[in-house]
């Protein structure tokens, strides 16, 4: 997902949570959770089970920032080793450890 289309579904997220509460919620739970499956389909982990789609609903509800992180980091550090999952990632900026 483009960073222009990822602001653009939060922003719509936003507007629809006050129009509509919880609506917006609803939208952005399943918006995150879709990119995140998509995102184990690429690094072939389990992926659109009930376990894993319940496991990445339930972190994105109570720690967002903390999956969005850890996504990030994990593309970054994939494409740093030239992993076939991080096509089109920048390589080189994931922080070294």
């Not at 602001?7 to 719509?12: A, G, I, R, T």
């Not at 399943?30 to 995102?39: D, F, H, N, P, V």
């Not at 690094?43 to 920032?65: G, I, M, N, R």
């Amino acid at each position: 997902l483009p960073f222009s289309t990822a602001v653009l579904v939060f922003l719509l997220c936003s507007y629809m949570g006050h129009a509509a509460p919880g609506l917006g919620l609803v939208v952005y739970l399943c918006t995150a959770t879709y990119y995140r499956q998509e995102l184990r389909q690429r690094f072939k982990l389990p992926h659109y089970d009930v376990a894993s789609v319940a496991e990445d609903c339930c972190t994105y509800w109570w720690c967002a920032p903390c999956a969005i992180n850890q996504e990030a980091r994990q593309l970054e550090l994939a494409a740093d080793i030239g992993h076939p999952a991080a096509a089109g990632v920048t390589a080189g900026s994931a922080v070294a450890r």
